[in-house]
């Protein structure tokens, strides 16, 4: 080590171990402790190399401190306390110490210098995620979480093999930084394709909407804060510039808001606009540019805030109501009032609206997007901004808390505002989401670079109000066409779902019957004259061996039951006998 | 008061509606006329109400592809794959 240098993701792991120890009135502060340090930590980082390892041959990096990670490393810690704050009822141990363990992967990959000990981390985060869909406990949750290791396996098998190829080819550099983008040989295209598995690009996205539907209430918010956000940072820290990601997130960005568009869960819906906003980012990593870069983060760092305020309401809804199903929802205005409120301010930001988060940090994606000529991708993502507009701040708040009431009995009857940590959980996410739009020095402070961008330019004004009134215009001529139905959406799930069934399928009527079949021959053929030799050597030795050997022991047996009966075993008996035999013996003896 | 404030918007439909178009064909009116578009980064955002139309149109392109894949057959029942 350089110096002494607290990783924070030992905070969070060496916190979640001792939890269970912790009881009573205590446990609460110190759920919000661990947290609280963890972030209290990153914010006295100051630039430079920590935590540097000699192990065997490499030398292992954990702490690299530069602008680029503090920035993720700020809002991956910040967001760790609201959701714990917004978790903070859930008793259960061993889900804070997944969320916990989960996002100290995060922080790993965010610090880590090495590919080494980014792969470490990156798994760390994968296993651990993987618990919050478990404990959901519901119906679908044990094989949900399944289809979920099982895709970030894949991934992490890409990003293992291409960083072992970049091993063997530079001679043995273990170090993580930006790639010879245009150039890419076999193992930059492994590990952009490890990353952009975790980054949810199409076609390797379904595990984000699947997964983040079936989380936990709390999980769900922790999940969708963290995978996408961490890829966001490993691309833009390893594949700034590379072009390709920009046509794979404008389809990232178009098709996860048509898709949004015919969702009935709302959770889901929000896991398909997560796709979406994630979509910008990965133009903005593609674009590569200074003010890209930035806005790629800037976005992150929204995104982060906004969309695990999104999953706080629709959580709420789940936790209170039961469901997020809009089909089974609808008028809950009455009864979950403040709910709607952040989950409108979190709809509004992801929407892109003056003064809400999301205007002034997508915009600086699609500003790049025009100034470096990429004109279909800055028009295409302004498009897919009226999408999300759309869905998060008209189709959402519509369908869910005004509308037709299709609610049970049941669900309107236990639907009210949640539990004050849930609520106080997204009062800070609600005020940060303000914060970010109307003060633009706090986020444009911490970004890498340094970037002249005013997002509240008349012009920029005008063009997203039109944008969005008109979108809103569409809606209300349209609503009808966008009302939801109790269906679900086929996806490229659908592929590995039956992938999976058809193997199972192979395995259980073609191999089985296979193995049926040998069997039955081995029978037949096998065992079948086996048992006869087998039964004729048994006869043989039964009959002939046994015959001879058991006919003498059966003639001594014979000859000996004959002669037992002569002996009585009685000692007077046998003196009898014997006196007797040499009497007689004497007398024909004299007399003969 | 939330409850009250959205109750009182709802109770007063006709003029929640009339304040929407109003600010709408404001917004469109003050953007495609009073705004100085040199900004602009295409000759075209240069032609009065473009974003407007890009909005709507935007919207409606958006709505008929995912209706489009409902046709398709991509909405299904909730149970496909519970069989």
Known sequence: MTNFWLHPALILIIGGLVLPLIKGPLRKFYLLGVPLVTFLTVLGMSKGTYGVVQFIDWQLTFGRVDSLSLIFGYIMSLMCIIGTLFGLHVKEDVEHIAAWFYVAGSLGVIFCGDYLVLFLFWELMAFASVFLVWFRRGPKSIATGYRYILIHTLGGLFLLAGFVLRYQITGGDLSFGLMDVHHPDLATWLILLGFIVNAAAIPFHSWLPDAYAEASVTGAVFMCAFTTKTAIYVLARGFAGMEILIPIGVVMALYGVIYGLIENDARRLFAWDTVSQVGYMVVGVGIGSKLAINGACAHAFAHILYNGLLFMGTGSVLYMAGTTKMTELGGLYKKMPRTFVYTLIGGLSIAGLPLFSGFVSKSMIIAAGFEHHHLFAAFALTLASAGTFLLAGIKVPYFIWFGQNNCSKETWEKAADPPWNMQAAMAVASFFCIFIGCYTAYLYDMLPFQVDFHPYSAYHLAETLQLVAFAGVAFYLLRKLLKPTPTISLDMDWFYRMFGRGFLWVDTKIFQFIDNCVAEIYRYLGLFPLMKIAQFWSWFDWNAIDGVVDGLARSVKALGGKVRVLQSGHMQYNIFVAASLAAAAIVIFMFV | ?83
């Open chain 2, 1 to 83: 008061m939330i409850v009250s404030i959205i109750e009182s918007l709802r109770d007063n439909m006709k003029r929640t509606i009339g304040i929407c178009v109003a600010v709408i064909v404001l917004v469109a009116l003050w953007g495609s006329f009073m705004v100085d578009t040199h900004h602009a980064h295409t000759a075209a955002e240069k032609v009065p109400f473009f974003w407007a139309f890009f909005g709507l149109a935007g919207a409606i392109v958006l709505i008929a592809l995912a209706r489009f894949l409902g046709f398709l057959g991509i909405m299904t029942r909730e149970d496909y794959y519970d069989d």
